[in-house]
């Protein structure tokens, strides 16, 4: 019923016990996740992969690849070499998470716009959707133009499309990345008091171009917050969608999983 599209469940924080997350993610409905390729850093990109080929379990595992902006000034030219022999791996839908980050200053905001340019023609090339990563500095809107800008410039041409993951926008950042032909994602922080503008677009949002996700193991849903987040909590994300769109959550679960399906050209996960 429920399908949990963007955690990093290959992470070190599930390292004592991800079989028992897996678990507990398929007992509350969970029936695939998407697992994020970013790891610690370029070095790591095929981490995902590895969980999904590894994975024994009856939730499915797929794939991403990608450097995140956090560690774009560790990119060196044979990380792009790796990225592209690994884009045709079948366990890869998709690449990323990639995008700005001007909240941090772990890497500088030009060497984040060369990355992050660079990756999507690499996407462009293994005919991948693109998972964005888009989080502005405290007092500015800076990363939001500059991301979706260099989107327009640089990948909306391709026809692919793309998630805006774990959106904390506005409605009309949220109009903009729709018009381009992308799906808005929502994670826990929908579930947060002072999460208003998030909960306003996820109430417009079109019934066919929404996700749901947790971002585990970070921003645990309420009445998880302050816990590690894990893929079976993303029925709190759609238990609290669900009123602003006169549903039920098990419908937003429905409704998301099939969205994921189509956006990405899979079968149902569920015999």
């Given at each position: 019923m429920y399908i949990d599209s963007h955690c990093h469940l290959e992470g070190p924080k599930f390292a004592q016990d991800r079989d028992e997350v897996i678990r507990r993610a398929q007992q509350a409905g969970v029936e695939a996740v998407l697992a994020i390729g970013n790891g610690d850093g370029p070095d790591e990109v095929d981490c995902a992969i590895r969980l999904a080929e590894s994975n024994r379990s009856k939730v499915k595992v797929y794939a991403s690849l990608g450097v995140h902006p956090h560690e774009a000034r560790l990119v060196k030219n044979k990380h792009y070499d790796r990225m592209q022999e690994l884009a045709s791996n079948p366990n890869v839908i998709a690449?990323?998470?990639?995008?700005?980050?001007?909240?941090?200053?772990?890497?500088?905001?030009?060497?984040?716009?060369?990355?992050?340019?660079?990756?999507?023609?690499?996407?462009?090339?293994a005919k991948l959707p693109i998972i964005i990563h888009c989080r502005p500095s405290q007092s500015s809107d800076d990363a939001w133009q500059d991301c979706l800008a260099l989107i327009r410039e640089h990948w909306i041409s391709?026809?692919?499309?793309?998630?805006?993951?774990?959106?904390?926008?506005?409605?009309?950042?949220?109009?903009?990345?729709?018009?381009?032909?992308?799906?808005?994602?929502?994670?826990?922080?929908?579930?947060?008091?002072?999460?208003?503008?998030?909960?306003?677009?996820?109430?417009?949002?079109?019934?066919?171009?929404?996700?749901?996700?947790?971002?585990?193991?970070?921003?645990?849903?309420?009445?998880?917050?302050?816990?590690?987040?894990?893929?079976?909590?993303?029925?709190?994300?759609?238990?609290?969608?669900?009123?602003?769109?006169?549903?039920?959550?098990?419908?937003?679960?429905?409704?998301?999983?099939?969205?994921?399906?189509?956006f990405f050209g899979l079968r149902n996960t569920v015999s």
């Open positions: 690449w990323g998470e990639i995008g700005l980050d001007y909240y941090y200053d772990h890497s500088p905001c030009d060497t984040q716009k060369e990355v992050f340019i660079r990756q999507m023609e690499l996407a462009r090339v391709s026809g692919i499309g793309g998630v805006l993951h774990c959106f904390t926008g506005e409605k009309h950042h949220a109009t903009a990345a729709l018009d381009m032909g992308f799906v808005i994602s929502f994670a826990g922080n929908v579930t947060y008091p002072k999460a208003q503008n998030i909960r306003d677009a996820a109430a417009m949002v079109p019934a066919d171009r929404f996700f749901i996700e947790t971002d585990s193991p970070y921003l645990a849903p309420v009445p998880h917050r302050g816990k590690r987040n894990e893929p079976a909590f993303v029925t709190e994300t759609a238990r609290v969608i669900a009123p602003l769109r006169g549903l039920s959550g098990e419908d937003v679960g429905r409704q998301s999983a099939e969205n994921f399906r189509r």
